[in-house]
């Protein structure tokens, strides 16, 4: 039965005026801020709801978003309700099937259109202008009637002519090349366009999409947060090493490389990298119990070699299962950041992150203090001799990654960061060319000793002569391995001129380290004499 016409307009007042019966169509969502991690992100949305709204439709997320990890939060004055997802072809969402892209791609695709029109009509124009020269006169017609050949003009008419068409000519020809070059031009700008397009619709997991509705209860104008998991994207560190050799000073500048392929361009967000993995075990593996028994007699089959019975192959573990259903690969080695504890980097500025794979590189900020400088070199396996940089390690956790080298602002070579687990940081910036190096050549002797000659001997003898061509004084660094003995029949003895600074250097056992400066032009020398005595009836080996 039809409502009264004043109970209607009642009800139209009352659908207008009355917030909580109205329903708010869904809200465009914006990235705010994503947590990067090995292999994985953490990627937080907001969305602006009004008041009265009951649903809410995140829309256009990536396909491989982990659905488990979603988590909806909003102000006091939102209530929430339930939450669904969502995966679908892209063509099916009338939300995602459009692209930013279309409305300047469409532009110049009508910009190129206007531009081929007037191309075609200076084509007329052309072929016009050559049918008056070539076909002016004679000829006959497509039944065979003869034309009529018009009265010859005279003299100053065919001048007055022919520089009419002249320049018509060359006009119209003029603007076929500029119009040509326009269209050119058009084309480089719409190529990039095109692919970014293709690019973003074609990502994911065959191209679907993700969508993501909540249902809920706004009271007012609020702010609606979705944040959720997906794998692939990664990080990885980087640094960069800069030695000023006057000074004494090194800056180590500390960076990031990021990239992701998610679906989803990360644009103005606010990113924080964290060297935590959350997709990794959360518990420990514990150990079984150990018991011990007499071992039971085999069956004779088994016993004979016959083949025993086949059993069926094991299922794949869970956790097996989830590492060959993941979405992607890391784009980064996870390995470095096995032995950190979790440690979180916050960029300091807003940044862009394209769905492309390309590595973006961020500053994480930089370090400096003043250093020992010396010439360190090992002549028995290199006679050369290379500057290094000795400080105080830096504060924080700083996961092991490729290390770039400058020494006075030229680049020397690429080196590995490796986490210091000592009390110093020792950093080498390449060859010291004017450090001079010479191993003297080795004397090995062999010879019986000992009581009645049941013992054998091998007397080694080392010597280096280190030169500084520097002009001004340098410290050097001479390390040399010395023969260790692990049986306690191998007596080995060492005599050193002069007495070196460590005899286990860098709490190594046989790895001897002398340390002195040397004034400019200066050279010193030091030697090694070692007595290796062992049974003469048995060999010994070195390793």
């Known amino acids: 039965m039809p409502l009264p016409f004043a109970l209607r307009r ?14 708010a169509a869904p809200a465009d969502s914006r990235i705010t801020q994503v947590k990067v991690y090995p292999g994985s992100a953490t990627v937080e949305r907001v969305a602006r709801v009004t008041a009265g709204t009951r649903t809410l439709s995140f829309t256009c997320l990536p396909a491989g978003l982990d659905a488990q990890s979603i988590q909806v939060s909003a102000d006091a004055a939102v209530r929430l309700g339930e939450t669904s997802v969502l995966t679908q072809p892209r063509a099916l969402s009338t939300e995602c099937a459009t692209n930013p892209l279309d409305g300047r791609i469409r532009d110049l ?42 009265a010859a003009p005279d003299a100053k008419s065919v001048a007055a002519m022919a520089e009419a068409l002249r320049r018509t000519g060359q006009d119209s020809l003029q603007k076929q090349h500029l119009l040509k070059r326009r269209q050119t031009e058009l084309d480089k700008q719409l190529a990039p366009l095109i692919a970014e397009r293709g690019r973003t619709q074609g990502q994911g997991q065959g191209g679907n999409v993700t969508t993501v509705t909540v249902t809920l209860a706004a009271a007012r104008d609020a702010d609606v947060k979705l944040s959720y998991q997906v794998a692939g994207p990664g990080w990885s560190p980087a640094y960069r090493a800069l030695l000023d050799t006057t000074t004494r000073k090194v800056r180590i500048e500390r960076q990031a490389l990021v990239a ?42 088994e016993r004979s070699g016959a083949p025993a019975a086949s059993m069926p192959a094991a299922a794949p573990a869970p956790m097996m299962k989830a590492a060959m259903d993941r ?4 784009a980064f080695d996870v390995s470095v950041f096995n032995n950190s504890f979790a440690t979180e980097f916050a960029v300091p500025n807003a940044v862009d992150v394209p769905s492309s794979g390309q590595r973006v590189g961020l500053a994480l900020g930089q370090v400096e203090d003043t250093v020992k400088l010396a010439a360190r070199t090992s002549p028995q396996v290199d006679a050369s001799a290379f500057l290094i940089a000795d400080m105080a390690p830096p504060e924080g956790v700083w996961p092991a990654g490729p290390l770039q080298l400058y020494r006075d602002g030229a680049f020397v070579g690429n080196g590995r960061w490796t986490p210091p687990t000592d009390a110093r940081l020792t950093l080498s910036f390449g060859r010291d060319e004017l450090v001079r190096v010479q191993a003297e050549p080795e004397r090995d002797n062999q010879g019986t000793g000992g009581f009645v000659g049941l013992r054998a001997e091998r007397k080694l003898q080392r010597g280096y002569v280190v030169e500084n061509r520097h002009r001004t004084p340098i410290a050097v660094q001479v390390l040399e391995a010395a023969p260790v003995s692990v049986n306690e029949a191998v007596e080995v003895s060492a005599a050193f001129q002069p ?45």
């Open 10 to 23: 009642c009800a139209i007042a009352l659908a207008l005026s009355c917030p909580l019966l109205a329903l």
């Open 109 to 150: 695709e009508d910009q190129k259109a206007v531009l081929q029109s007037e191309s075609d009509a200076l084509d007329l124009v052309t072929g016009y202008l050559k049918g008056i020269t070539v076909n002016g006169g004679g000829g006959t017609h497509d039944d065979g009637v003869p034309k009529v050949r018009p």
């Open 260 to 301: 992701q392929s998610t679906g989803e361009d990360w644009r103005g967000v606010k990113l924080t990298l964290s060297t935590g993995q959350p997709r990794r075990e959360t518990t420990g593996r514990l150990p079984a119990p150990w018991r011990i028994g007499i071992e039971q007699p085999q069956p004779l089959r």
């Open 327 to 330: 979405f992607d690969e890391p």
């Open 499 to 543: 007495k070196p600074t460590e005899r286990e250097w860098n709490k190594q056992p046989g790895m001897t380290l002398w340390s002195f400066d040397l004034a400019a032009g200066e050279s010193a020398r030091v030697a090694a004499d070692y007595t290796i005595s062992y049974p003469k009836d048995v060999r010994i080996s070195t390793r």
